[in-house]
């Protein structure tokens, strides 16, 4: 149960799930303010509380729902937690796109994503939420997303014969405040001086 603030001052205890979908407890208005007025200024209120408290258990809904796009992400296998307050650097050149970040450990990762057949860069604040919390430290993947349906439907338009989007995988981490989004065939990681490997291996 929380603790929910009206706009008037009037404190109603209700279920976040209440809140969520609007289903606020009855109750009457000031006499000097319009039923109107009173109910939209709580539903306002209610959507910015819902907004504010987000908690781990309704993300990993979202997560687990069919409809969302992570719902089959998974972590690319052997690499690292990423370091969230290092800077990436991201160089592209003949189809391929270099990022660089930092392991939890300090050590540094590098990835090569080739073919690529796009990128995102989107700030913390503007990435929409979702992604399962054991992913979010990590270098992610999924096999279809509303993101990889958008450019497949570009590349049919412009040549229906083209299928080089069929391979493609949606690539995702984060570094600092930004979000990084890859649609590439592969990924090729090296942490530190080790040895490189690639995901998905080479058929």
């Known amino acids: 149960m929380y603790l929910y603030e009206r706009t008037f001052g009037v404190t109603a205890a209700c279920d976040f799930r209440d809140i969520i979908d609007n289903r606020i407890p009855q109750q009457r208005p000031p006499e000097n303010v319009s039923d109107h007025a009173f109910t939209s200024r709580a539903v306002c209120c209610a959507e910015r509380r819902a907004a504010h408290l987000q908690p781990a258990s309704l993300l990993a809904m979202a997560a687990s729902s069919p409809s969302s796009p992570w719902a089959a992400a998974v972590t690319v296998p052997g690499t690292p937690k ?87 995988l949606h690539f995702t981490l984060r570094a600092n405040d930004d979000w990084i989004e890859v649609a590439a065939w592969r990924v090729d990681v090296r942490v530190g001086s080790g040895h490189l490997f690639r995901y998905p291996a080479a058929p």
């Not at 992610?140 to 989007?165: Q, V, Y």
């Open 82 to 168: 990423i370091q969230r307050v290092c800077d990436p650097v991201v160089h592209a050149a003949q189809r391929r796109l270099r990022v660089v970040v930092e392991s939890a450990e300090g050590e540094k990762v590098e990835l090569t994503f080739q073919p690529y057949q796009g990128l995102k860069v989107t700030t913390v604040d503007c990435f929409p939420m979702g992604l399962p919390g054991e992913l979010r430290d990590r270098i992610s993947c999924c096999t279809s997303s509303p993101w990889l349906t958008e450019l497949k439907t570009a590349l049919k338009a412009r040549d229906s014969g083209a299928d080089f989007m069929d391979r493609s």
